[in-house]
């Protein structure tokens, strides 16, 4: 027996099919995961594709050899551990953030692209339920 008691083992044992990602009757759940894509698991169409969905990392990456070269080790390790802090502050799950900070630190933030006008989230389609969200972030789900 642990310490929780006998009433936990019981509450344990039962499953809850409404939390289950398949949905409640084995499909897929379209309120809350939205639709399936067959296009993600594709492999890429053109050649580029590739290299542009790994642009931003290819340009970090050339910017931090850059760095190095110029002014030594420390400048690209401190710009890292930079990055590292401004991604690890976030608003909860349900909320989108804009990472005003990191596109800050990347000099993006003069810069006016096509997200920035075309990526509106009070357009979006995708919102979930804000409680669920929160539990499956802090893992009680």
């Not at 357009?123 to 969200?133: I, R, T």
């Amino acid at each position: 027996m642990n310490s929780r008691g006998a009433t936990s083992l019981l509450k344990d044992n039962i499953p809850i099919t409404e939390f289950s990602p398949a949905g409640p009757f084995g499909g897929h759940d379209l309120l809350r995961r939205g639709f399936t894509s067959v296009k993600n698991e594709l492999l890429p169409s053109h050649p580029l594709e590739l290299s542009e969905k790994n642009f931003q990392l290819n340009q970090d990456k050339t910017n931090f050899a850059t760095l190095r070269n110029i002014q030594g080790l420390h400048a690209p390790l401190k710009l890292q551990m930079e990055f590292r802090a401004v991604k690890q502050v976030q608003r909860l799950p349900f909320l989108h953030s804009s990472n005003i900070a990191l596109d800050t630190l990347r000099g993006n933030d003069e810069c006016i692209g096509f997200e920035d006008i075309l990526n509106d989230t009070s357009q979006s389609e995708v919102m979930g339920e804000p409680h669920m969200m929160m539990e499956y972030k802090l893992g009680l789900l």
